[in-house]
C-alpha cells in the first residue's frame, strides 16, 4: 500500500528567505510523501526564483497570483490547489521544528480513524529565539467539542500552522475576517462535531515578527471590536446564555471604551449586525461610568446582574 500524501500549503508573499526556511524544514522531514504548494501574492518573482534550487529535491507546485488574493483567500486559494490526502497551511514565517513532524501527525490520524485533524502545543519563537508556549486554559483542549465557541475566548489551537487536516472536511476560511479568521475557522470545524487529537509537543515553529497581520490588528483596534461583533451576529442570541461569552463581550465593550451604537459603527460594524443582546449590554453599559467598569469586582458583579436581567428569548 503505498503511503498517504501529505500537501504541505503556503500562501506566500514576500519574504522569500521565510520561504526558504519553510521548505527546508519540509526537506528535512524523516516522512518524504509531501507535495508543497506555494500560492505566492508577492508583485515580483523573488519567490519563484528563490526556489529554484529545491525544485530538483522536493514535489513544488509554484502558483503566482496576479492580482493578489490577499489573505485570507490566498489561504483557501492554496489548500484548493493540494492533492494530498491530509494537508497543512504552513504560513511562510512558520517551519516544522522536528524532523519527524510529518511522521506524528501522521501516526495520530492512523491511530484513530475517526479523527479529522490534529494540532501540536502552540510554540512561538521571538526573533531572539526565545520560544513562548502560547496554550493556557488547558482544560479547554479537552473540552472544545462541547464548547466550540469557547475558542473565542482563548485559542488553544494557535495558528493555521500547527493543525493537519484529512482530505475531505469542507470547511474554509470566512474572507471577511483578518483577526478571528481562525477561531471561525476552528469554531466551524467543531461545529461539524469533526473529533480531533491534541499533540502536546513542539512540532512546529510559529515565527513572530513585526510584519504579521497580529501587529497590525493590535494596532488597529477597530478591525478586533468589528470582527467580534461580526463573531457575536454568527453566534446568535442563544450563544449568550453561556456566562463566559456574556463576559467575554462585557469586557471586550468595556476594554475598548465602546459607548454607544455610533461607536460600533465608527469601527465599521452596520447597525444591522449588532446583535439585540449586545444592543442591551451596551445600554446597561452607558449608565455606568468606565472608572466604576474598570473595578474589577464591581464590573463582575454588574455583568452577573446584567446577565440574569437579559430577557428569556435570549
Request: glycine letters at 2%; hydrophobic letters at 40%; a neutral charge.
Amino acid at each position: 500500500m503505498s503511503e498517504p500524501l501529505i500537501s504541505i500549503c503556503i500562501p506566500a508573499y514576500k519574504k522569500p528567505e521565510f520561504v526558504l526556511r519553510a521548505i527546508q524544514s519540509v526537506l528535512k522531514q524523516s516522512y518524504k510523501n509531501v507535495e508543497i504548494i506555494i500560492s505566492d501574492d508577492s508583485p515580483n518573482e523573488d519567490i519563484k526564483i528563490a526556489i529554484q534550487s529545491y525544485i530538483s529535491e522536493l514535489n513544488i507546485k509554484y502558483y503566482h497570483n496576479q492580482p493578489a488574493l490577499k489573505s485570507p483567500r490566498n489561504w483557501n486559494n492554496a489548500i484548493q490547489l493540494s492533492t494530498g490526502d491530509y494537508y497543512m497551511l504552513l504560513h511562510q514565517d512558520d517551519w516544522l521544528e522536528s524532523e519527524h513532524c510529518l511522521a506524528i501527525y501522521l501516526a495520530a490520524f492512523k491511530s484513530n480513524p475517526k479523527v479529522s485533524f490534529v494540532f501540536c502545543k502552540n510554540t512561538a519563537i521571538q526573533p531572539d529565539g526565545t520560544q513562548l508556549n502560547l496554550q493556557y486554559i488547558k482544560s479547554l483542549l479537552h473540552e472544545m467539542q462541547q464548547k466550540p465557541n469557547h475558542i473565542l475566548r482563548a485559542n488553544v489551537i494557535g495558528p493555521p500552522s500547527n493543525t493537519m487536516l484529512k482530505k475531505g472536511v469542507d470547511v474554509h476560511y470566512d474572507e471577511d475576517y483578518i483577526w478571528l479568521v481562525d477561531v471561525d475557522y476552528y469554531v466551524q470545524l467543531l461545529n461539524k462535531g469533526l473529533h480531533y487529537i491534541y499533540l502536546d509537543q513542539h512540532l512546529v515553529s510559529i515565527g513572530l515578527h513585526e510584519d504579521q497581520t497580529t501587529v497590525f490588528c493590535r494596532n488597529n483596534e477597530d478591525v478586533i471590536v468589528k470582527e467580534n461583533i461580526w463573531f457575536a451576529q454568527k453566534m446568535g442570541n442563544k450563544a449568550f446564555a453561556d456566562i463566559l461569552i456574556y463576559d467575554y463581550y462585557w469586557r471586550l465593550l468595556r476594554n475598548y471604551k465602546i459607548r454607544s451604537i455610533d461607536d460600533l459603527e465608527k469601527d465599521g460594524v452596520a447597525k444591522d449586525r449588532i446583535l439585540p443582546v449586545i444592543q442591551k449590554m451596551l445600554a446597561f453599559q452607558n449608565q455606568i461610568p468606565l472608572a466604576i467598569l474598570k473595578i474589577g469586582v464591581l464590573s463582575k458583579t454588574l455583568m452577573t446582574l446584567n446577565y440574569f436581567l437579559r430577557p428569556k428569548s435570549e
